[in-house]
């Protein structure tokens, strides 16, 4: 085992930056390291963080709204507040001061970032999207280490004076909660038999409503196939629109199950054999983890187009099929999703593709790289 480190990660506010660093949390805790969350309390790092057993350090600073510029004033004030809050607290307690500190992207992660910077402690930084945000961007000169989870953002970090040396791909880290997915497990749990073939359909936490539209429009040629399955999570805000567009009769609820969301992503993932869904960078990561063929639709809507260049990481690999928003009414998305259901072969080779990026790895390797630059 390696010698004990002292780790702080900031990460906050959303589920895509909280539960990558919970998931590289567990394995440095694995390894014997001490960890300690940075955050807000009244955020979602502030229930996650201490449910997972980590240590929690609270810190309080306000964003910076475009569309209010009079929140910048403040924003710095508290930013400039916390920096020295931190740096005092880390200079009063040994056991305080960590060895490293990794941010995860949030505006969270600033006065942790600076705090460490102003006592020359080593600064690193995890990007999950192909578009960073503002805080990365601003921090990215002074990191030692810029992991990153899509090879084409190199390039914003190298434009906002990242060192070349300090970026590194190491993908983004899936919660060991997925990866323990158990395929017989999800499938019992779903009344799939072994010859079954389930179909898995979602659209992140807020849901998709063109693609629960569209599913329920094909819903008839889907189930055309008694063997086919499928598991439909339609997100809280769309689930009653979907469930009455499906219209499904007693029958076709044997094997069509929609529900508002999903909570043992691990096991239903293990369990699936194709998957429908957006591309956001944590989905991206646990499909891939996971090695599951999929079909992917990006938000159209997302910064920068950022869930396209998301799914590339898949669609480049051979690992799954990309439709943009616009298209999926039309009749050659309907073929390809119900051609991969009908295809055990096709859908053998986009497995074997996923596992090739050995994204299941990326929380050991992030692991070691911030272990290599704290000493």
């Not at 992207?105 to 995890?126: D, F, Q, S, T, W």
């Not at 990191?143 to 434009?159: C, G, T, W």
């Amino acid at each position: 085992m390696t010698d004990r480190l002292r780790i702080a990660i900031a990460a906050g506010g959303t589920a895509g930056h909280v539960n990558p660093a919970l998931a590289l949390a567990e394995c440095l805790r694995d390894r014997g390291h001490a960890v300690r969350f940075f955050g807000e309390e009244r955020r979602l790092e502030g229930r996650l963080v201490p449910e997972a057993g980590f240590d929690f350090f609270p810190v309080h600073v306000t964003g910076f709204d475009r569309q209010r510029p009079w929140t910048l004033a403040t924003a710095l004030a508290h930013l400039a507040h916390e920096e020295r809050r931190l740096a005092k607290a880390f200079r009063d307690d040994a056991d305080l001061a960590p060895d490293v500190a990794i941010g995860f992207g949030a505006y969270v992660e600033l006065p942790l970032m600076r705090a460490a910077k102003r006592l020359h402690i080593p600064i690193a930084l995890h990007e999950q999207n192909s578009v960073p945000g503002l805080a990365n961007k601003q921090t990215a000169r002074d990191a030692a280490l810029i992991a990153i989870a899509q090879p084409s953002v190199k390039d914003v970090f190298l434009r906002a004076g990242a060192k070349e040396g300090a970026i590194r791909f190491t993908g983004n880290p899936v919660r060991r909660q997925v990866l323990a997915g158990d395929r017989a497990r999800g499938r019992t749990a779903e009344g799939v038999p072994e010859d079954g073939i389930l179909l898995v359909v979602f659209g992140g936490s807020l849901g998709a409503h063109h693609l629960n539209a569209r599913m329920a429009q094909l819903k008839d040629e889907i189930l055309a196939d008694p063997r086919v399955h499928v598991l439909h999570s339609t997100g809280a805000e769309d689930f009653e629109a979907t469930r009455d567009a499906l219209a499904l009769t007693p029958d076709e609820e044997r094997r069509y199950h929609v529900q508002s969301y999903i909570d043992d992503m691990g096991d239903v993932l293990a369990a699936a054999d194709l998957v429908l869904s957006r591309a956001g960078a944590s989905s991206i990561a646990e499909i891939a983890a996971l090695a599951v063929p999929a079909v992917l639709v990006p938000y159209p809507f997302a910064t920068a187009d950022h869930q396209t260049t998301n799914a590339h990481l898949l669609t480049d690999a051979g690992a799954a099929v990309m439709f943009a928003d616009a298209d999926i009414d039309g009749r050659p998305f309907a073929d390809e999703l119900l051609g991969l259901l009908a295809s055990a072969d096709r859908r053998a080779e986009m497995r074997a593709a996923a596992r090739g990026l050995n994204q299941a790895e990326a929380a050991e390797q992030l692991a070691d790289a911030l272990e290599e630059i704290a000493r």
